[in-house]
């Protein structure tokens, strides 16, 4: 996922409505957790980032 202000994240868990983000990187501290309704404009689908730097991820099937 990706957020205008927040960043990159990955989802933590979705249901009733809303979508909880964690926003770090593969070599970033743990990143902070929000949670956002599933309809926030300011939310979006994103490519996953690498696992590690320099790895890329397996493509989507």
């Given amino acids: 996922m990706r957020h205008a202000r927040h960043g990159h994240g990955w989802v933590q868990g979705s249901g009733l409505g809303r979508v909880t983000v964690r926003f ?16 926030d404009a300011e939310l979006e689908p994103a490519d996953p980032l690498p696992l590690a730097p320099g790895v890329l991820p397996p493509p989507e099937r």
């Avoid at 070599?27 to 599933?38: A, I, L, M, Q």
């Fill in 24 to 39: 770090e990187e593969p070599d970033s501290p743990p990143g902070r957790v929000r949670t956002f309704r599933d309809d």
